[in-house]
């Protein structure tokens, strides 16, 4: 298996009243990731910027109807882990606190607060916030490995805002741990032990050395973490990857790591919020410890409702054809990225 990023291009065209019905070709891609060979589109349609949202009414509302993530609410309302797992009930690292996730979706489920402040904007988190959020959840985790030696799989997640389907304003990660890993996630992990298999190297070592090489998608390197575009995003505008060198684990994560990490993703956000950006999810994957051939690594998208009508960012051909559809080419992106990293 070699790494190729395969575009295959075509069109479609129209007689355009704009122009006076003359004719006119619009060029679609076909691409196809070089490791899952998962297939998704890219079409760069004259799309309009969103104007910055008025948060203001969705954040009273939140307010209102009671806040179980903040300061004085946490300690009565909050689960607290059982003694086995973690004896002191809750994890706090900072302003960050990490308790069970009252609906759980995996056998280990964890929500961890980011900061005490209600509401905080894209462009106001900071590092520190980020990095003891981060450093919380990953203690979380370490404790499950300690306590059921028989989990494998870990993540932590973030749905940020109502469009990333989150029910929460106050900023919180999802933690998970289980004995089964998420579709997707399997797609990765059984992808690149095939490359490793057939190759004798890392697939990530090779893709970042490629990446590097081509300067379409490779943003910047911050500590052990690699920043790029996703040549086959998985969202209609943003899709950033992070890959730490080397670390198989999310547990084998250093502080340095993660507060490496949480710098990156400030810079993200600070593109996001000038462009007006206001809603995100994010996954870190990991790999399994004792198999070399996964690097542990993060994705991020923007999520939104897109203007004239609101409508959703997520349609059939993403829900219901399992394929990819993107309105902005990830190189372009890249480019606009890349000063936020300098």
């Not at 970042?208 to 998608?217: D, M, T, V």
């Not at 870190?284 to 070399?292: A, F, Q, W």
Request: charged fraction near 20%; charge should be negative; aromatic fraction near 14%.
């Amino acid at each position: 298996m070699t790494i190729e990023f395969k575009k295959f291009l075509q069109s479609s065209k129209l007689l355009d009243p704009a122009s006076n019905f003359a004719e006119k070709t619009f060029p679609i891609e076909y691409r196809i990731d070089p490791l899952t060979k998962d297939m998704g589109l890219v079409a760069e349609f004259r799309w309009r910027q969103p104007n910055k949202p008025d948060l203001s009414e969705l954040i009273a509302k939140s307010m209102e109807r009671g806040c179980p993530f903040c300061p004085e609410n946490i300690d009565k309302v909050t689960p607290k882990f059982i003694p086995d797992l973690y004896s002191e009930g809750r994890i706090k690292v900072g302003e960050a606190t990490a308790f069970p996730n009252a609906m759980p979706y995996m056998p280990y489920s964890a929500i961890t607060i980011i900061g005490s402040k209600h509401f905080v904007g894209l462009s106001d988190f900071t590092q520190q916030m980020l990095t003891d959020a981060l450093i919380a959840s990953q203690i979380y985790l370490r404790k499950v490995n300690e306590y059921d030696s028989k989990v494998k799989y870990y993540y932590i997640m973030w749905n940020y805002m109502p469009p990333a389907n989150s029910s929460q304003v106050h900023p919180h990660l999802q933690v998970f741990a289980g004995y089964l890993p998420l579709i997707y996630h399997q797609v990765l992990l059984d992808t690149s032990k095939q490359y490793y298999s057939e190759n004798g190297t890392v697939f990530w070592f090779d893709f970042i050395a490629e990446e590097k090489k081509l300067q379409e998608r490779y943003i910047a390197t911050i500590g052990n973490a690699v920043w790029l575009t996703s040549f086959v995003p998985r969202c209609f505008q943003l899709d950033v990857q992070a890959i730490f060198q080397g670390k198989e684990s999310i547990l084998l994560l250093s502080p340095q790591d993660m507060k490496d990490f949480a710098e990156g993703l400030t810079r993200v956000f600070k593109y996001m919020d000038d462009q007006n950006f206001y809603s995100l999810n994010m996954c870190l994957y990991s790999g399994v410890i004792g198999e070399e051939s996964f690097w542990t690594q993060a994705r991020v998208i923007q999520r939104g409702l897109l203007p004239p009508m609101n409508i959703s960012d997520v349609g059939s051909a993403t829900l219901l054809g399992d394929t990819r559809f993107s309105t902005r080419c990830p190189e372009t992106v890249c480019q606009e990225l890349r000063p936020y990293f300098s």
